[in-house]
């Protein structure tokens, strides 16, 4: 069995990465009602990379000297004794609408520099941004941004740009036809031998064996 996302597990991280409650809610019970697992347990253990995609988002929100409410840890915590279909269908969507609000919330706990360049980010990773570009239209050097950037985020500008871009990629490759070398150019990478190196260092896989793993049936 593959180790790859399925493309439902994509658009679901990207309704929760857009602030998507209704999607992802959407999206999280066709998942659950469109297995072909027969028994509970079985679905349970199928929900589960919906769940760790909650996690992740909630983990990357803010800023990471910033815990995360108890009130959204006890309701994770509360997925192991999820006993039948109805309660764990009512403890997804609740928990979906919860962790969006802690995740807005924690968004803008940052600083507001740090706000705006993550805003510019999912808005034009595939410009042509940079850290001296954004220091330049906030007024401020680059060094302070970048340092900022890297206190509140515990990324690099850089490496979370790259992300950024990757995980559009993804998207593009599962849910397009799209040439390697269009894609790459579509995020904002237009040399493909760069892009298909940084991929596979991301991934473990090439961007067309990534491509054939998630469509498979």
Do not use: C
Request: hydrophobic share 35%.
């Amino acid at each position: 069995m593959s180790n790859e996302p399925s493309v439902a597990v994509l658009k679901f991280e990207n309704a929760l990465r857009d602030e998507n409650t209704q999607a992802a809610v959407r999206l999280a019970q066709t998942y659950t009602s469109g297995t072909s697992l027969a028994s509970f347990r079985e679905k349970k253990a199928a929900l589960l990379p919906l769940v760790l995609s909650v996690v992740r988002m909630l983990m990357g929100s803010g800023r990471i000297s910033d815990e995360l409410p108890e009130s959204i840890v006890r309701r994770l915590a509360e997925f192991s004794r999820m006993d039948n279909p109805e309660k764990l269908t009512s403890w997804m969507t609740a928990t979906i609408g919860e962790a969006m609000t802690v995740i807005h919330g924690r968004h803008r706990s940052y600083h507001l520099l740090v706000h705006h360049a993550m805003t510019q980010i999912r808005q034009n990773y595939h410009a042509g941004l940079s850290l001296k570009t954004l220091a330049s239209a906030f007024n401020v050097s680059p060094a302070y941004l970048g340092q900022l950037f890297k206190e509140e985020t515990g990324k690099y500008f850089h490496d979370y740009l790259i992300q950024t871009r990757l995980q559009e990629s993804r998207t593009l490759l599962v849910d397009t036809d799209l040439k390697v070398g269009e894609i790459a150019r579509r995020i904002g990478i237009p040399n493909q031998s760069y892009f298909n190196r940084i991929f596979k260092n991301e991934y473990g896989v090439s961007p067309m064996e990534y491509r054939h793993r998630t469509q498979r049936p």
